[in-house]
């Protein structure tokens, strides 16, 4: 199976409220499966949370799991 990979533009942003610096995302995402040569739908959690220090959001993937249908 192979990995997925994304990237997009991220824009500082000039302030940010207290309090609400971490969330939570959940994406869906098709992969393929490369012993199996199919594609598979696949449930991503990502952490969003905001890094004051450099004025940025960081995403980092805390769950990765095969959606059953």
Known sequence: MSGVASSSAML???SF???ADMHWETR???VWN???HTGEE???VYEISWIEELGLWRTFLTSHHKVNR
């Open 17 to 19: 409220p207290a309090g």
């Open 28 to 30: 869906r995402r098709v």
């Open 12 to 14: 500082p942003i000039s």
């Open 42 to 44: 696949h449930e991503l």
């Open 34 to 36: 490369e012993q199996e």
